[in-house]
C-alpha cells in the first residue's frame, strides 16, 4: 500500500462513524429538518465539478453561526470529519466527503445583510450566490470583482474558501484583494472576527488573509464584509489572432508592463483554434496558432482611448488579425471562440482533467511548448486557454475513463506539468486551490520546513483535525 493509502487509513481509524447517538444529539442542536440522512438526500452533496462521488454520511443545513458553533462542538466530542459546502462548483474535490463525515452546508445562509454605498462595503452571508450580489448591487453602481466562471451558482463562501477569481484577476486581483473582515467558527465552537470595516489596520496577525484560500480547513466563515469598487461605464472588447503561441505570449507581456493594462486577458492555444474550426461555426484564419481575446473599462469618456493604446501594443507583434474594439453589447460576436469552447471539450471527451497552473507571464510560451511535449509523448489530446494576462493558464486533458490506457497516462502527465511549471518559477494553482486532488505535489511548491510550518498552525486552529480532511496536506 502507498504512503496516501496508509494516511488515509490512519485518518479513517482515527475518525467515528456517525452514530445513532450522534444523530440525536445533533437534534438537539439543529431541527430536525435540516438533518439530511436518507441516501437520496445526500447525494446532492455527494458531487462537485471534478466528476468524483464521495457521499457523506448526513449533511447539516445550517443557519446561523451559533448553529455551526454547536455542530462543531458535536462534531469535535464525537471526532466526526466535517465538510464545509457551498455550492459544490469546485474543480478539486475541496467541498468532497473524501473521508466520510458530516457535510456542513451553508446554503441556507443566504442573507446579504448589508450594503454600504458610501463606505463600498456589502456584509453577506457565506450561502449568499455571487452572481446574486452582482444584482443586488447594480442599483448603488458599485461590483465585487471576484469573478470566477461559476458566478452564477457559485457562493460566496466557496469564493472564500478558494480564494477564487476569473478574468477580472488580471486588473483588480483575487478574493483576498476584496474583503475586510470576517466571522467565523473554529473547530471548538469559538466564533472569532478579524478584520473590520476599513481598508487599513495593522493590528495584530492577518487573520483575514489566513483564513481566505484556507479551504475550510481551519474554520467554517459565518459572515463576511467584502470590499465593492466602482462598475466600469463602458467596455470594450478586441480580438487578436497571431500565427504563433510565442507572439501572442510576447505581445500579452508588453500590454502588462506598459501603459495601462486590459482588463481581461484570455488566450486559446491553436489546439483550441483547431476544435473551434471543426465544430463551430467561428471562423478563424487557417494559419492562426494562438488568439488573445481582451477587454478593457472604464469611463465612457476614455475607454476609446484605452482601446486604441491596446491595438498599438499589440501591432508590434504582427498579428494576422485584429477587430476593431466593440462595446458590451457586441461581446458576444468578438468573444465566440471563448463562449464555444467548454460546450465542444463536453461534446469530444467524456471527461477532462482540468489543472489551473501560473507562471510568470514572461514564460507563457515556454509552458504552452512544454505542455505540448507532453500530450505528444504520452499520446494525450491537451487543450489550454484561460487568463494569461496573469500567466494563469487551465490545461485540460482529454480523457475517457473507460479508456485504462489513457487513464494510466495521467499521472506521468501531471508529474511532468507540475515539474515543468515549478521550473518556470510558477505555481500549481492559480484559482482552483489543492483540494484533495492536487494535495500529494503541495510540498513539491512549497518545500518541507514550509509545509510543517502550516500543518503546525493547522493544529492551532484544529487540534483534533476534524475539518476538512484529507484537502491541502498530503
Not at 29 to 42: E, H, K, M, T
Not at 260 to 281: I, K, T, Y
Not at 296 to 308: K, N, T
Request: proline share 6%; charged share 20%; with cysteine.
Amino acid at each position: 500500500m502507498n504512503t496516501h493509502a496508509n494516511q488515509n487509513r490512519v485518518l479513517e481509524t482515527r475518525f467515528a462513524p456517525i452514530s445513532t447517538a450522534f444523530l440525536e444529539r445533533l437534534a438537539q442542536v439543529v431541527d430536525p429538518s435540516q438533518i439530511l440522512s436518507n441516501p437520496a438526500q445526500r447525494e446532492a452533496y455527494a458531487w462537485d465539478n471534478t466528476g468524483i462521488r464521495a457521499l457523506p454520511e448526513c449533511t447539516v443545513l445550517v443557519e446561523s453561526a451559533e448553529q455551526v458553533a454547536e455542530v462543531l462542538i458535536l462534531c469535535n466530542e464525537f471526532m466526526i470529519p466535517v465538510v464545509p459546502r457551498g455550492a459544490g462548483t469546485g474543480n478539486v474535490g475541496g467541498a468532497l466527503a473524501c473521508h466520510g463525515g458530516l457535510v456542513l452546508s451553508t446554503q441556507r445562509m443566504n442573507k446579504i445583510i448589508e450594503i454600504a454605498a458610501d463606505d463600498r462595503l456589502a456584509v453577506v452571508e457565506p450561502g449568499v450566490v455571487n452572481g446574486d450580489l452582482q444584482q443586488a448591487l447594480l442599483a448603488s453602481g458599485l461590483f465585487w470583482p471576484p469573478d470566477p466562471s461559476s458566478a452564477k451558482s457559485c457562493t460566496i463562501g466557496g469564493n472564500l474558501a478558494m480564494c477564487s477569481a476569473g478574468p477580472g484577476a488580471v486588473r483588480y486581483g483575487v478574493t483576498r484583494d476584496w474583503l475586510v473582515g470576517l466571522t467565523a467558527v473554529l473547530a471548538d465552537g469559538s466564533i472569532i472576527k478579524t478584520g473590520g470595516r476599513t481598508s487599513k489596520g495593522v493590528v495584530g496577525y492577518d487573520l483575514t488573509r489566513l483564513l481566505v484560500g484556507s479551504e475550510g480547513t481551519l474554520a467554517v466563515v459565518t459572515q463576511a464584509t467584502l470590499k465593492l469598487a466602482p462598475k466600469p461605464e463602458a467596455r470594450r472588447l478586441i480580438r487578436a489572432v497571431f500565427s504563433s503561441v510565442e507572439g501572442a505570449a510576447k505581445a500579452v507581456a508588453k500590454l502588462m508592463a506598459t501603459g495601462s493594462p486590459p482588463s481581461a486577458v484570455e488566450f486559446l492555444d491553436g489546439a483550441s483554434l483547431n476544435l473551434l474550426r471543426q465544430e463551430s461555426s467561428v471562423v478563424i484564419p487557417e494559419q492562426a496558432c494562438a488568439m488573445l481575446l481582451l477587454e478593457v473599462a472604464g469611463d465612457e469618456s476614455d475607454v476609446e482611448q484605452q482601446a486604441q493604446s491596446v491595438i498599438r501594443r499589440i501591432a508590434e507583434f504582427s498579428p494576422i488579425e485584429q477587430t476593431e474594439p466593440v462595446s458590451s453589447s457586441d461581446a458576444e460576436e468578438v468573444w465566440a471562440a471563448r463562449y464555444a469552447l467548454s460546450p465542444i471539450l463536453k461534446k469530444l471527451a467524456p471527461k477532462r482533467v482540468n489543472e489551473d497552473v501560473v507562471v510568470p507571464v514572461s514564460k507563457l510560451s515556454e509552458l504552452i511548448s512544454g505542455v505540448e511535449a507532453i500530450g505528444a509523448d504520452l499520446n494525450i489530446p491537451i487543450i489550454n486557454f484561460g487568463h494569461a494576462g496573469n500567466g494563469n493558464i487551465h490545461v485540460n486533458f482529454l480523457v475517457d475513463p473507460e479508456d485504462d490506457i489513457i487513464m494510466g497516462q495521467i499521472k506521468p502527465a501531471l508529474d511532468r506539468l507540475f515539474k515543468l511549471v515549478l521550473k518556470l518559477d510558477g505555481s500549481l494553482s492559480g484559482e482552483h486551490g489543492v483540494g484533495m486532488q492536487k494535495s500529494e505535489y503541495i510540498e513539491w511548491e512549497l518545500g518541507g520546513d514550509s509545509l510543517q510550518l502550516q500543518r503546525r498552525i493547522k493544529a492551532v486552529f484544529d487540534p483534533n483535525g476534524i475539518m476538512n480532511p484529507g484537502k491541502i496536506f498530503p
